[in-house]
């Protein structure tokens, strides 16, 4: 009986040890999603104002999140607190003092700013330039399939207009890094040309032109270090309304439909000078701009392991106030990106609530002016506040998209690097199945923060909710695009999937502890294209 009782006592005191044991090792699961919708709520509120770089809603949000990472323990990492403060340039481009018009024939036809084309203060637009003109086809040129849309021509002192999108031919991991704005502008540099029209592929574009127009007055920014600012060498950079682009091919033997028929299903285009110049006055307001990324650091429990980072990166701005659609000006960003930021701060209350200590710390890290083409990762990738050789990776997150159910994971990267291996083990395990981006053509890849980890050779993935290309889950998001992306009604008033939002933050928190603990860190794949940007890689690049 006292042999009996004690064996039992041991025996509870094992089976309660190994309880604490595991509860000190388990990764948090079961998020429900209406924690992280809450926060959802917080971030996308209107007193937020739609959260733009710079702005005081952005100040607010931060100061918010940054309040509810001291409530999960978290440590400052910043440079200041924490904060990494950033500098930029604002451009704004005033249209009343700006024109557009094309010469040619005798002729000189003036285009109406919004209705045919508008500039872009994404480049450094010059005052005036007044230049001829060259189709490029997708003026794209990629060295390692032996592909160059510039072959044969002369673009020095020229204004290239090209059809955005790449031939079928072209991997689209290669593609979308030459179709990226840093590697356009680079090669422009080189060949001499002074900037570029853009022709949006009607066959590929995510939000209608009507609505793409209205962010045009709203101002852009440059990181105002001018060795971070790819785009100071472009003077000119305009976008061309795909339903009036006819007016650039007058003259020239080709027409425009003909290009959009070719470039539908990636097909090759052809390349000639168009028999019309153009003669360009912009004028940008300039002012400078401060604003903040967000660091924090979740300590690592393993004495020699803590030295290393994996990021959990979101976004936190978004678009801000701008023109009105349907009487609302206030563009809140519920899913772009307070979604993702949420999930960050629930994944470091959950971590928190848990005590989850992971080998290697982890830095959860909110991110600004992706929106003005991922400047604040940018600087944080090229200024890390932790030795840049420390972060071993990067797990993204922007737009995951709960709104249908999560069967399916769409892994941006799922075959570039050990990530993906990492990604799809722990998605399995929880019964989630993974695929590649189903719309390669969308450039999701080089389109948000995890590029400028990439172009530090840190291995990096995102991941969203995904729907099986061609099911009616697909057509939903692709509703959800066309009618509420970079709309004021991507609020906080949209249905939501709970359940896929939960999901989605137990895969999330499951691979975010299974690659801190890991033995070895993350490698890219010998065959993946990305691994040239690794700081010892040589070649082209
Ligand atoms: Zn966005």
New binding site residues.
């Given amino acids: 009986m006292a042999k009996r009782f004690l064996f039992s006592i041991s025996m509870a005191l094992l089976i309660i040890l190994g309880i604490s044991v595991l509860a000190q090792n388990s990764t948090p699961s079961n998020f429900n999603g209406q924690s992280w919708w809450d926060y959802v709520k917080v971030l996308a509120a209107d007193e937020m104002e739609g959260r733009e770089t710079g702005s005081a809603g952005l100040q607010k949000a931060s100061a918010y999140v940054v309040e509810q990472l001291k409530k999960s323990g978290l440590e400052p990492a910043g440079s200041n607190g924490f904060y990494q403060p950033v500098q930029f340039v604002s451009r704004q481009i005033d249209e009343s003092g700006s024109s557009l018009v094309l010469v040619g024939g005798g002729k000189a036809e003036h285009l109406v700013l919004g209705e045919d084309a508008m500039f872009s203060t994404r480049a450094n637009l010059a005052p005036s330039v007044n230049a001829s003109l060259v189709f490029v086809g997708y003026g794209l040129k990629v060295p390692e399939k032996n592909y160059d849309d510039f072959a044969g021509l002369d673009v020095k002192g020229k204004v290239v207009v090209f059809l955005s999108g790449s031939p079928a031919d072209i991997p689209t991991a290669l593609a979308s890094h030459y179709q990226s704005t840093g590697e356009r502008a680079r090669l422009l540099r080189q060949l001499g040309a002074i900037g570029y029209i853009s022709i949006p592929n009607p066959a590929s574009m995510d939000i209608p032109w009507s609505r793409m127009t209205l962010a045009r007055a709203r101002p852009s920014m440059a990181l105002a270090d001018p060795t971070l600012d790819d785009t100071k060498d472009i003077h000119l950079a305009v976008t061309f309304n795909p339903a009036d682009a006819e007016k650039l091919f007058a003259g020239s033997g080709h027409a425009f439909a003909e290009i959009a028929a070719l470039g539908k299903d990636r097909g090759p285009l052809p390349h000639f000078p168009l028999a019309l110049s153009l003669q360009a006055k912009a004028k940008v307001i300039t002012k400078n701009v401060e604003s903040s990324n967000i660091v924090a650091k979740l300590p690592g429990s393993d004495a020699k392991l803590k030295d290393e980072y994996v990021v959990l990166s979101a ?1 936190l701005d ?2 801000g106030i701008g023109e009105p659609i349907n009487g609302d000006k206030i563009y809140n ?1 519920a899913m ?2 307070a979604s993702g930021s949420a999930m960050l701060l629930d994944l470091a209350a959950a971590m928190h609530a848990s005590n989850v200590k992971p080998k290697r710390s982890i830095l959860f890290l909110f991110v600004i002016a ?2 003005k083409g991922l400047l604040g990762s940018k600087y944080f990738a090229a200024h890390p506040t932790v030795p840049k050789s420390s972060i071993i990776a990067d797990l993204n997150t ?2 995951f998209l709960p709104i249908i159910p999560l069967k399916v994971l769409t892994v941006q990267g799922l075959s570039e690097s050990d990530l993906g291996d990492d990604a799809r083990e722990v998605a399995t395990q929880l019964g989630v199945a993974v695929q590649p981006d189903p719309e390669p053509l969308r450039n999701s890849f080089v389109r948000s923060d995890q590029y400028s980890f990439i172009r530090q050779g840190i291995p990096a993935l995102s991941m969203s909710v995904g729907a099986v290309k061609g099911s009616p889950e697909a057509a939903k998001q692709k509703q959800w695009l066309t009618e509420r ?2 709309a004021p009604s991507d609020d906080i008033n949209q249905p939501v999937d709970l359940a896929a939002a939960g999901k989605y933050e137990d895969v999330m928190a499951a691979l975010a502890v299974k690659v801190a603990d890991a033995a070895e860190v993350p490698q890219w794949k010998s065959d993946s294209f990305f691994r040239r940007f690794l700081p010892q890689a040589s070649g082209v690049h």
């Fill in positions: 976004h978004h678009l960003g772009d990106n992706e929106e922007d737009m992306y970079h």
